[in-house]
């Protein structure tokens, strides 16, 4: 399971989606899918709008706007890997059988045996979940055997490297102790059902190309946690 930040899609601009960005995470994906790899994957919706922003807006409904950000980031990065000729599948969890598939476990697993490339758009479809959470349930869900988490940041430093420049960056981590130092890796429920499902995460930067293949040849290049 891939989970992609959706400040990843903005690029430089910070905002919105560059399409050369998208371009590119598309072809890391495409070597994946040509060593055989079966993906799926998770999109924040950060580079157009996030819940917390929504002022004195009613929670859930700013959740809501959310969850449809993710479907427009969903249908650029289809549009992008079919543009290099991979199969790809848009399922939401939100339904909108105009532009995009329904989820449904089975059959998104049924696309992934078949080397199709799934995005689960609309986070889980409920307000109060984060993406990140989203992207644990999913993998849990079809079974994955790691999360790829490609973040800004190149792996989890005990605190923010963009602040303080003693930040310390962590090789491995165990679940309990991102849990219990409050670490910024995925947010807390979704580190707790990765921990219950043995599911390990892999987080590094998304901003050096080559990254995603390297992540999955195992090579030392952010934080594992497991």
Request: with cysteine.
């Amino acid at each position: 399971m891939l989970k992609l930040s959706g400040e990843a899609l903005a690029g430089t601009n910070g905002y919105g989606i560059d399409f050369e960005v998208a371009l590119r995470i598309s072809r890391e994906i495409k070597e994946l899918v040509d060593m055989g790899v079966e993906v799926g994957a998770v999109i924040g919706a950060g580079n157009i709008w996030r819940g917390r922003q929504g002022g004195g807006m009613d929670r859930t409904t700013a959740d809501y706007m959310g969850m449809l950000a993710t479907c427009i980031n969903a249908l650029a990065l289809q549009n992008s890997l079919e543009d290099i000729g991979v199969e790809t599948r848009v399922q939401s969890a939100i339904e909108m059988r105009e532009i995009c598939e329904p989820y449904i476990r089975r059959r998104a697993m049924r696309h992934l045996e078949k080397g199709r490339v799934v995005i689960f758009a609309a986070g889980s479809g409920n307000p109060y979940f984060s993406t990140d959470t989203a992207a644990a349930l999913r993998a849990a869900e079809i079974e994955a055997e790691a999360i790829l988490f490609a973040k800004k940041v190149d792996g989890v430093y005990d605190k923010d490297p963009n602040l303080y420049a003693d930040a310390v960056k962590y090789n491995t981590l165990t679940y309990q102790q991102v849990l219990e130092q409050g670490l910024k890796a995925m947010d807390s429920p979704a580190m707790a059902l990765c921990k219950d499902n043995n599911i390990p995460i892999i987080v590094f930067s998304l901003d050096e190309p080559g990254n995603i293949k390297r992540a999955i040849a195992g090579e030392n290049i952010g934080t594992i946690i497991s």
